[in-house]
């Protein structure tokens, strides 16, 4: 099993453009989740998914959007790139939140906007 | 997620015992105690969750005391493949949660030779 993987593992932007990050997991996961990783700080949530076609805004959503066509793979897009979203951001996914908080993260794509 | 309280850096050496605390003294009664390590360049990579007493796994062991308002994460025998942030987090994964979380600035451990 690959795990959760993410497309691509990095990208600079230039302010305005758009782009859309691709995770894909195949352990056959419920949940999943984007958070974003900036210098020195824990992970914030950004957008999460608890089953396929339902999505729902995390503590940080602006400025993205996020869709889950299939079980498998939860897409998150920046449709007007910012400088302040230079980040690292990474997808997360998990079999069940029930009693449990084990999540499994890929490795992450860090993104540059210029 | 109730808020925690954990050291900033800690250093230690090659095969010594780390333990980590982690003050949450508003926990809730359905919370659970949940660690994740954290390489330089990776994502985060859950090690180890506890309700109460002990925990252990092949990685890590989990102390809880009776009161709940602290947790220690023992590493034993430290290596410098050991080296990582460690985050302690807080919080009952059920319900309308749906597992979300919440990180802090985490533990920042430094191995020495």
């Known amino acids: 099993n690959a795990g959760v993987t993410q497309t691509p593992k990095f990208r600079v932007l230039k302010t305005g453009q758009s782009m859309t990050l691709l995770c894909a997991q195949d352990m056959n996961h419920e949940y999943m989740y984007w958070y974003r990783q900036d210098p020195g700080m824990g992970l914030r949530l950004i957008h999460y998914?608890?089953?396929?076609?339902?999505?729902a805004k995390g503590e940080v959503p602006d400025g993205y959007n996020v869709s889950r066509l299939k079980k498998q793979n939860f897409l998150l897009g920046l449709e007007s790139a910012a400088p302040s979203q230079t980040s690292v951001y990474f997808c997360a996914s998990s079999y069940t939140t029930r009693l449990s908080y084990e999540q499994y993260f890929g490795p992450g794509t860090r993104l540059t906007v210029t | 997620l109730a808020k925690t309280t954990q050291p900033i850096s800690m250093d230690s050496y090659e095969g010594q015992e780390v333990n980590i605390t982690c003050s949450h003294n508003?926990?809730?009664?359905?919370?659970?105690i949940t660690w994740y390590q954290q390489f330089p360049s990776q994502g985060p990579r859950f090690i180890i969750q506890?309700?109460?007493t002990k925990v252990t796994n092949e990685v890590a062991s989990l102390f809880i005391p009776a009161d709940r308002k602290s947790s220690t994460l023992s590493l034993p025998r430290v290596s410098l493949s050991d080296t990582a942030v460690y985050y302690c987090l807080v919080g009952d994964p059920g319900g309308t949660s749906y597992g979300k979380l919440t990180f802090g600035q985490g533990t920042i451990l430094t191995v020495h030779p």
């Open positions: 998914s608890v089953g396929e076609g339902t999505t």
């Open positions: 508003n926990i809730a009664t359905n919370d659970y």
């Open positions: 506890g309700y109460k």
